[in-house]
């Protein structure tokens, strides 16, 4: 059984920076497919970045060059590095672990952009 914990979520003010992390009980290797995704209050949870099976990485269009996904599969952890937040980067973000056929996702841990 593999459990997701998500860590790092806050109130930032615009411009700024969060680090979140997400730590797997569970050993957590280069094909297992890790990633962020994000549900802002009324919209559906929607893919913010993510490790492809490939070892590539996808990033939402609206993310590129302010977030920054990594993985330390030794210490069985996926970090999202977000950088210039705006107030639409207000969302609960979630931590999901493609395994196999399964899929585990985390508690989301809230971020808040506003000044």
């Known amino acids: 059984q593999v459990q997701l914990v998500e860590s790092g979520g806050g109130l930032v003010q615009p411009g700024g920076s969060l680090r979140l992390s997400c730590a797997a009980s569970g050993i957590i290797s280069n094909s297992n497919v890790l990633g962020w995704y994000r549900q802002a209050p009324g919209k559906e949870r929607e893919l913010v970045a993510s490790?492809?099976?490939?070892?590539?990485?996808n990033y939402a269009d609206s993310v590129k060059g302010r977030f920054t996904i990594s993985r330390d599969n030794a210490k069985n952890m996926v970090v999202l590095q977000m950088n210039s937040l705006k107030a639409e980067d207000t969302a609960v973000y979630y931590c999901?672990?493609?395994?196999?056929?399964?899929?585990?996702w985390g508690q989301g841990t809230q971020v808040t952009v506003s000044s």
């Open positions: 999901k672990l493609t395994k196999g056929a399964s899929e585990y």
């Open positions: 490790f492809t099976r490939g070892g590539s990485i």
